[in-house]
């Protein structure tokens, strides 16, 4: 395919970057009549022009599409499509890229443009979630708007989930419903369970979702809805592993095997050890710490996760506990990726506040548009060359993400001070959701 397709999706993301500066700018005078339609319609054009005018991608970006596509034969083959280096995620997503092969076998779509079809699905599904979320936060149309276009026009989702291929942003809206539901529908017989569906199907997307799950267990008010949510989150989980192991064999152990063995991005290139890396040659640790986290990525996610949940008790909205969980496992994190910072973006723009999310998702977006469009190491797209002197300051947009990601932090220790200030506050509920910041 010619250098048309880089070129215009470059310049689709940086104009979906400069909307998504602007949004928040949005005078209240120049809201539309219908804002819940208008910015679920925004989401569906930001995100069908590309995937209707690339039709595949070019360079070594193009490697995951393939992995992907193997990963849909096999499962069509009846082999089994799980591997450390082409498909190290739970039996979720591999049938839905079976699906995707099937429709574009029988249809004049490739499988790069059908593959992306639920990625276009959830990202619509995450805007009116946001829409609505923070409108019954904040009881303002004029905020849930921003909101809602904030996540509709995020650069970095646009050209993670709409050109790269990946699926973060699937799990992320599962777990974001999870929590609406829970959140605002809570009264209702019926939510624990649904709630607890959305989570384990989030659970089985990618495992990090799990790490809510104790979030969302807490906000629900009754022992009994407690025990559904739990019960529910496990019927996924339990029916996937089993007709994983049905259909090929292997039990969830092989499973947990092929996730841990993915070997990850590159090693110091993103998070507190790229910090480490770059400032931390006169501590007499770095060398042996770096060893040890780089191999121990598990470890310390998990550990970030259980310390933000013992914490938990701080903050009192569940909105705060879920954004503090992925803030913490992102920030302990030694291989993050760009795309697994789609993770907190929906509770980002739940939560607030709104120019530390702007600052993060525009370093994010430019480090992810360095990797994936210039001629760099990692994929030589060969779109274009930065001159080297500015090449080799490019490390410093994921250490800007990951100081964001610190800063979110104290922000978030800042907030239940504030709130707990407030003598007489009720406890959450659906009815007395207390507003974002």
């Known amino acids: 395919m010619s250098g048309v397709a880089p070129w215009?999706?470059?310049?689709?993301?940086?104009?979906?970057?400069?909307?998504?500066?602007?949004?928040p700018l949005t005078p209240g005078r120049l809201m539309p009549p219908r804002p819940l339609f208008v910015v679920a319609l925004l989401a569906l054009l930001?995100?069908?022009?590309?995937?209707?005018?690339?039709?595949?991608?070019?360079?070594?970006?193009?490697v995951d599409t393939a992995n992907f596509r193997a990963a849909a034969q096999a499962v069509l083959d009846g082999r089994d499509p799980l591997n450390p280096l082409t498909h190290?995620?739970?039996?979720?997503?591999?049938?839905?890229?079976?699906?995707?092969?099937?429709?574009?076998?029988?249809?004049?779509?490739?499988?790069?443009?059908?593959?992306?079809?639920?990625l276009l699905v959830a990202g619509i599904a995450g805007t009116v979630l946001v829409f609505d979320a923070v409108r019954r936060l904040r009881h303002d149309e004029r905020l849930a708007f921003v909101a809602a276009a904030s996540f509709a026009l995020c650069p970095l989702e646009l050209l993670t989930s709409m050109y790269h291929g990946q699926f973060d942003i699937v799990g992320a809206?599962?777990?974001?419903?999870?929590?609406?539901?829970?959140?605002?529908?809570?009264a209702r017989p019926e939510a624990?369970?649904?709630?607890?569906?959305?989570?384990?199907?989030?659970?089985?997307?990618k495992l990090w979702p799990l790490a809510l799950a104790p979030v969302l267990f807490f906000a629900l008010p009754s022992a009994a809805g407690r025990v559904r949510f739990a019960a529910a989150v496990a019927v996924p989980v339990v029916a996937l592993l089993a007709l994983y192991a049905f259909l090929y064999g292997e039990g969830p152990l092989h499973v947990e095997d092929v996730i841990r063995g993915y070997p990850g991005f590159i090693h110091n290139q993103a998070g507190h050890t790229l910090v480490i890396d770059r400032f931390g040659g006169a501590l007499p640790f770095q060398g042996?710490?770096?060893?040890?986290?780089?191999?121990?990525?598990?470890?310390?996610?998990?550990?970030?996760?259980?310390?933000?949940?013992?914490?938990?008790?701080?903050?009192?909205?569940?909105?705060?506990?879920?954004?503090?969980?992925?803030?913490?496992?992102?920030?302990?994190?030694?291989?993050?990726?760009?795309?697994?910072?789609?993770w907190l973006l929906p509770f980002a723009l739940v939560a607030g506040p709104r120019w530390l999310m702007t600052l993060t998702y525009l370093f994010a977006a430019a480090w992810v548009a360095y990797i994936m469009f210039p001629g760099t190491a990692l994929y030589r797209d060969s779109l274009f060359r930065l001159p080297d002197a500015v090449a080799g300051r490019v490390w410093l947009l994921p250490a800007a993400v990951w100081v964001c990601l610190v800063v979110?932090?104290?922000?978030?220790?800042r907030r239940p001070r504030e709130r707990r200030s407030s003598a007489g506050r009720p406890r959450e509920t659906a009815a007395t959701a207390p507003a974002s910041s």
């Open 408 to 413: 979110w932090f104290v922000e978030l220790v």
């Open 288 to 342: 042996r710490y770096l060893a040890w986290a780089n191999d121990h990525e598990f470890v310390l996610v998990g550990g970030a996760a259980a310390v933000a949940l013992v914490a938990g008790w701080m903050w009192p909205a569940s909105e705060d506990r879920a954004t503090v969980v992925v803030v913490a496992m992102l920030a302990a994190s030694t291989q993050a990726a760009p795309y697994h910072y789609l």
């Open 173 to 186: 809206v599962l777990a974001l419903a999870a929590w609406y539901v829970v959140r605002f529908h809570q």
């Open 88 to 118: 190290p995620y739970p039996p979720l997503h591999m049938y839905v890229f079976a699906a995707a092969a099937v429709v574009a076998d029988h249809s004049a779509m490739t499988f790069f443009q059908a593959e992306r079809l639920p």
């Open 8 to 23: 215009s999706m470059f310049a689709w993301a940086l104009a979906s970057g400069l909307a998504f500066v602007l949004a």
């Open 192 to 205: 624990a369970a649904i709630a607890g569906l959305l989570l384990g199907l989030a659970v089985m997307e």
């Open 46 to 62: 930001v995100r069908l022009v590309p995937l209707v005018a690339i039709a595949r991608q070019t360079g070594l970006l193009s």
